[in-house]
């Protein structure tokens, strides 16, 4: 017989909740629960079921168990991008608190598109999330009418707002930029020069920069608009650029700590000075910050809270109680390093 006519296996078939019922010696009610609520099952019962769960491989299904009970314990995040480490530590903070209470992290990202955030956010609404969070609090009209329809616990993340859709938790970039600005005229840079997206955040960083620096009487600061998503290849690129158009540039303030990182690899081998000839600072404190030499200085912001607080936002609100603040600025500070 070839091999074309052999016969196919049939596929093994899954263990099922009855199987490590009838393995076990309980009802299939008993393993829900041992699943569900262990604190309702004797302990010498839980250990059983548990033991056979483990032996015989059994993967409850959660989908099945959660339409019964409306919950799926699946919570989605959606970012910009997880290309790099920028929101990784918002990430993080968020899976180890759900985490802990038995819930599963989903993660979209939308390469800075509205389109593709619209999209991710219909998809895990009609997966049945039991709640979102978002960056930013710029959203297209669609994204806003499908989450309020939802009727699910939103959490907004990386900005501040007046207005959220329903919960925030993050900080003022404008301000943000602004105290970045102070700071770079306190020590006497007058000529400088912003370097960042076209998004939301990094518009509003570089408007409150200006701000500080208008005030101050100083020159209208450079804009050096990349493309969003730009990390350590444009910081090379823009230092060289930004150096040739405008010579007299004392100070450079980058959207992000990694692109900062690269203008300074990029000084570093050109034999460009920094401070001396040009000083540069970040934004976010990402290690990579102190990795350079010299240290950046940035802002420095709570990624990480920003991710456990949003966690304990939802939580609170999957129990059933009300959030006592909705809206939660963690602020920011100006962390000086060598680079300044």
Not at 76 to 105: C, K, M, N
Request: aromatic share 6%; charged share 20%.
């Amino acid at each position: 017989m070839t091999r074309k006519d052999a016969p196919t296996a049939a596929p093994a078939r899954a263990i099922t909740k009855e199987d490590v019922a009838r393995a076990a010696g309980v009802s299939h009610i008993t393993v829900s629960r041992v699943i569900n609520t262990p604190e309702k099952v004797s302990p010498a019962t839980r250990e059983r079921v548990e033991s056979f769960i483990s032996s015989m491989g059994y993967i409850p299904n959660m989908l099945a168990g959660g339409l019964a009970s409306r919950r799926t314990r699946i919570v989605a995040a959606i970012v910009p991008t997880i290309s790099h480490s920028i929101f990784a530590e918002t990430v993080r903070g968020l899976s180890e608190q759900l985490s802990l209470q038995g819930y599963q992290l989903l993660l979209g990202q939308t390469n800075y598109s509205e389109e593709a955030e619209t999209g991710l956010v219909e998809a895990f609404i009609g997966r049945r999330v039991d709640g979102l969070v978002l960056t930013g609090v710029q959203h297209s009209a669609r994204t806003r009418q499908r989450l309020k329809a939802a009727g699910i616990p939103v959490v907004e993340t990386w900005d501040m707002s007046p207005q959220p859709i329903d919960m925030l938790v993050g900080f003022d970039n404008h301000a943000a930029g602004q105290a970045m600005g102070d700071y770079l005229v306190r020590k006497g840079y007058r000529r400088m020069a912003f370097v960042g997206g076209d998004d939301p955040r990094g518009l509003a960083r570089f408007a409150g920069m200006r701000a500080a620096l208008l005030a101050q009487g100083a020159p209208e600061p450079v804009h050096l608009v990349v493309p969003v998503g730009s990390f350590l290849q444009a910081g090379r690129e823009t230092i060289c650029r930004l150096l040739a158009l405008q010579p007299d540039i004392e100070a450079a303030f980058f959207s992000n700590d990694v692109m900062a990182a690269g203008a300074a690899l990029e000084c570093a081998r050109r034999g460009i000075a920094v401070p001396k000839r040009i000083a540069l600072a970040g934004f976010a404190n990402l290690e990579i910050a102190t990795e350079v030499l010299p240290a950046l200085t940035t802002v420095q912001i709570s990624a990480h809270q920003i991710g456990l607080t949003a966690a304990e936002m939802l939580l609170t609100r999957f129990d059933g109680q009300t959030v006592p603040e909705p809206l939660c600025d963690l602020g920011y500070s100006i962390l000086e390093r060598e680079s300044t």
